[in-house]
């Protein structure tokens, strides 16, 4: 059956192709639109320089895409790993913002020079910060997710306050290949083709980077060099990609897990696969959305590829090989593990009591201290809500982080948070007036409904980590693609929708605080019953068989606690995408490399990030507010980069 997937993918490509062709022009025609278009006739005139090129840019771009995203899985030994890994396409949505903000005489072929320039800059900062680690993987996936997050950070606070002016950035960000000459053709070939030389030279010792970085330096090869060249290479890959056609998710991750799924072991098999299977998926996508404009309306080229090729993805994900990823704390392990002494957690409660009350008292610029009747009417929601949401958020990034053995594993991750955020968008989208009674329900029924789908889609692989990992991503692109469609509808309330997604504590009501906060108690007082299962599950699955664990049932009950949280914050703030993969990794890098008392710890530091950023949000740029989300991120990325450096 396997055997079968690439040709019915590519037949059912040539098909669409040749019908679309032939609904814009007669087939005795195409030979002349081709080579020497009538100038007179316009359906020639449309196939020669919109219908044709789009197609050449289709396969470029797939092909590109499945190239680097193998790159990317096997330098960082991660399949989790895509262009978007090391930010490349945060920093090129940043780029192309600020010049359609304060550039906007260059025109389109400056606001694509921006996106480049952003792309390859942010991938350079990566690489820059990670140099001192020896282009250690870990180090580079940490690094480029905290990246990308500052940038698409910036960029989503940029639209909130510009939102009329930057609505053709959505339209962008999620992937178009509408063509009007042969200028991206001509720019994306040659220098595809100078890329595809030069993984060609470096095969080798590409080959070599599967392997133990200690067996890799056994064998004489320079690792860090060669981490660095091949990583470059793929981020300018990447980020060439992007400026031409925008960003198109998925391809990049579907592709070589694709490959895998077929049969391609070796590097040079899963390249050339990959590429094939890019060009081919990208194209069908693309073919089908023209057709579908005929009767319906044009989607991104971006959206409909990741609706069409997640539920594919979540059909062979069965069928895929896993194995263990290493844990991050593996260079740790020789290292002095600190004591959580009680003076210690009497210190860090005392510091989160102070961050309280200066989020309760402290006024705006014009008083620095506000009456005691609005703190008790606006303020306290606001800070209750900050508190749990970011407890919760820190301790599902722990379990899964845990659970998985995988340093990118984090809430958002599971696709629970997005699955919920859809339901609650949706609801908003089809029914009129006022839904905020329904938004509670509505997002319990997308989380439920996410978590089963992961549980039914993974327990036919024996509940592999990895591949409840995948299957999440899968579900959280789809989720995520119906966002960016409403996003891009024109509907006037997208401006509402945008703050709510980037984490907001605006309209939190005193009830809505409190039963966060009984729920946030609730749940984080189990955690600490599965600190057994969270000490032994990152050695692997065979270890903690050996040692009496019931892995099975042990990942079913941390998946449950973990998306019971994750929900929970989601449906009181909004989705967020920082403090749960954040705060895990603060308390690793404090020292605390034990199950319960790195989890005691990061639920510590998440709430005290939650309730700055809010308390910030609020004072900052008064009147006007930042969401706790974005400014979350602006506070923690350059921190935890600097602790990164230095752990």
Known sequence: MKSLILPLLLLAAMLLTVANFHAQLALPLWRSALFTPDEHDVNQMLVHFSLLPRTLLALLVGAGLGLAGTLFQQILRNPLAEPSTLGVAAGAQLGMSLAILYAASWGETGQQLAALAGAIAVGGVVMLVASGKRMSPVTLILTGLMVGMYCGALKNLLALFNNDRLQSLFLWSSGMLNQNDWSQVNFLWPRLLIALVLIVLMIRPLNLLGLDDGVVRNLGMRLALVRFSGLMLAVVISAMLVSAAGVIGFIGLFAPIMAKLLGARRLAARLLLSALLGAVLLLLSDQAVIALARVWVELPTGALT??????????????????????????????????????????????????????????????????????????????????????????????????????????????????????????????????????????????????????????????????????????????????????????????????????????????????????????????????????????????????????????????????????????????????????????????????????????????????????????????????????????????????????
């Not at 609706?307 to 069965?318: D, E, R």
């Open 306 to 647: 990741a609706l069409a090729g997640a539920p594919l993805m979540l059909w062979l994900l069965s069928r895929l090989r896993h194995r263990q990823i290493a844990s991050s704390d593996n260079r740790h392990a020789l290292m002095a593990e600190r004591v959580l002494s009680p003076r210690l957690i009497g210190a860090i409660v005392l510091c989160l009591l102070l961050m309280v009350l200066l989020a309760l008292f402290a006024g705006d610029r014009q008083s620095l201290w506000i009456d005691t009747h609005a703190v008790l009417q606006f303020r306290w929601p606001r800070v209750l809500a900050a508190l749990a949401t970011g407890a919760m958020l820190a301790a599902a990034g722990t379990l899964v982080q845990r659970m998985t053995g995988n340093p990118m594993a984090s809430p958002e991750v599971l696709g629970v948070s997005t699955g919920a955020a859809c339901a609650i968008v949706l609801l908003m989208f089809f029914i009129p007036g006022d839904v905020s009674a329904l938004q509670f329900p509505a997002g319990c029924v997308g989380a439920a409904l996410t978590l089963l789908l992961i549980l039914l889609m993974a327990q036919r692989g024996g509940l592999s980590a990895t591949r409840m990992l995948l299957t999440g991503v899968a579900l959280s692109t789809v989720f995520g693609t119906f966002l960016t469609l409403f996003l891009v509808s024109g509907d006037p309330r997208t401006t509402e929708v945008l703050s709510w997604l980037s984490g907001s504590t605006y309209q939190v009501t005193a009830g809505q605080a409190s039963w966060t906060a009984a729920l946030a108690l609730l749940l984080l007082l189990l955690t600490p019953l599965l600190a057994r299962w969270l000490t032994i599950l990152p050695l692997g699955g065979v270890t903690a068989q050996s040692t009496g664990v019931p892995v099975n049932r042990a990942r079913i009950v941390i998946l449950l606690l973990a998306a019971a949280l994750i929900a929970a914050a989601t449906l009181c703030i909004g989705p967020l995408s920082f403090v749960g993969l954040m705060a895990p990794h603060l308390a690793r890098m404090a020292g605390f490399r034990r199950a319960l008392p790195r989890l005691l710890v990061a639920i510590l530091a998440g709430a005290g990030l939650m309730l700055l950023a809010d308390a910030l949000g609020r004072v900052l740029i008064f009147p006007y507010q930042i969401p706790a989300g974005l400014l979350s991120t602006f506070l923690g990325a350059p921190w935890f980069i600097w602790l990164l450096r230095r752990a």
